[in-house]
């Protein structure tokens, strides 16, 4: 399983993109957190599931062969700042940490 990038610095108000991907093909559910609380999550036989954060999003990497999702967190705030995890459940889970400049 990989998470990438391990560090990302974005300028507050752009978006930060993280990668996460496995050779694994058991899994059914992946989940993004930000520092712990989980704000996204995926369901392998129908993608990306319904979340109340409007600025979290995810889309399929197209260049990949493994089980690939690229998460988006749109507008980023200094709030965001810390550590992103990319979680397959009952599998693994890797972390990144996003830095959040100010504008």
Known sequence: MKLTPAR?????GDE???????PNTAWTVMTWLLGNRPVLTIDKQNGVLPTV????????CSESSADCWEFILRHTERSNQG???CDLQLIDRRTAE???QAQ
């Open 8 to 12: 990302l610095i974005v300028v507050g």
């Open 16 to 22: 930060a993109k993280f990668r996460c991907s496995t």
């Open 98 to 100: 996003l830095f959040v």
């Open 83 to 85: 550590q992103v995890a």
């Open 53 to 60: 954060n409007p600025n979290v999003t995810a889309v399929k």
